[in-house]
């Protein structure tokens, strides 16, 4: 989107060989395990992004500051950075490596174009408290709903945070992480903050990745943990391919059979 503002002046449009040339293509990908273009791609220049090419293709600063360009896809909401980074050091994630310690990158004026809704793509905001005090509190200004689209950090929750999260608009649920299972305590103790500073906890959903490095037990252990505390957990298989992983993240995720199947029951159907 910001690619195709940057080159406003000038004819953009999704590829389509049949019918024309081009000067220069620009693809994209987010994920390694995705297929590539399949034909030879026909232009005089071709720029390939994102962290499925690899992880230091970067775009140039001046396309990067460009406002996006909401008519490529007609979308109806914001979406934009305000961070970039992460604090922390997950094995399954390419965000240190890719983006490294975090740093503010602008703010929501960057991207916002007046749009009810703003998808925040932040990979940790909850790791910069001035960063986070700062956005929020222009989301609340501004009475915009938002999506933390790639959630926030529960470990990092404090009763100021919290407050915030409680006036700002939300558009989807606030989404967290119970990616381990040595963070328990952290996990109550965050949802205990929000509910007591006015987070309801139907608004709170938690992914919980399964088959990278726990049990089967502790699996199940997570998400009921967490609809005994009374939130919302997602299950994200690390591996879809595999059988039991595909089906428990069939049973959390379907919010009804969850609620009225137990796990056991499930297994056998
Ligand atoms: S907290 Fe999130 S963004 Fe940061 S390293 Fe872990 S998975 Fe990646």
């Known amino acids: 989107m910001k690619v195709s503002q940057y080159y406003s002046n000038e004819n953009v449009e999704w590829y389509n060989p049949m019918f024309n040339d081009y000067d220069i293509v620009y693809c994209s990908k987010i994920f390694n395990f995705t297929d590539n273009y399949k034909y030879p791609i026909k232009a005089n220049k071709v720029y390939k992004g994102g962290s499925g090419y690899g992880l230091n293709n970067k775009l140039p600063k001046e396309i990067e500051n460009c406002k996006p360009d909401y008519n490529l896809y007609a979308e109806n909401y914001a979406m934009g950075f305000t961070t970039r980074g992460c604090i922390r050091n997950c094995p399954f994630c390419v965000v240190p490596e890719k983006e490294g310690k975090i740093k503010p990158v602008g703010d929501i004026y960057d991207f916002w174009e007046e749009q009810d809704k703003l998808k925040l793509l932040d990979n940790n905001l909850t790791a910069h408290d001035e960063q986070f005090k700062r956005i929020l509190n222009q989301l609340i200004d501004e009475e915009i709903k938002v999506d933390f ?3 926030l950090d529960i470990r990092l929750i404090t009763p ?3 407050k915030l999260l409680s006036k700002v608009k939300l558009w989807k649920q606030i989404h967290f992480a119970f990616d381990y299972p040595e963070i ?3 996990v109550k103790e965050g949802i205990k903050i929000l509910k007591n500073n006015g987070v309801k906890g ?3 959903m938690f992914y919980v990745l399964i088959g990278y490095n726990t049990t089967k037990e502790q699996d199940l ?3 009921r943990l ?3 505390l009374g939130v919302d957990p997602f299950v994200m298989p690390y591996d879809k391919s595999e059988n ?6 069939r049973w959390v995720n379907h919010k009804a059979i969850f ?5 056991e029951n499930y297994r056998k159907t």
């Open 160 to 162: 100021e945070k919290a």
């Open 184 to 186: 328990e305590e952290q």
């Open 259 to 263: 609620k009225s199947v137990s796990w």
């Open 221 to 223: 252990h997570r998400v």
């Open 202 to 204: 139907y608004k709170m």
């Open 226 to 228: 967490l609809d005994d």
């Open 149 to 151: 689209s790639q959630g």
């Open 244 to 249: 039991y992983q595909r089906n428990f993240a």
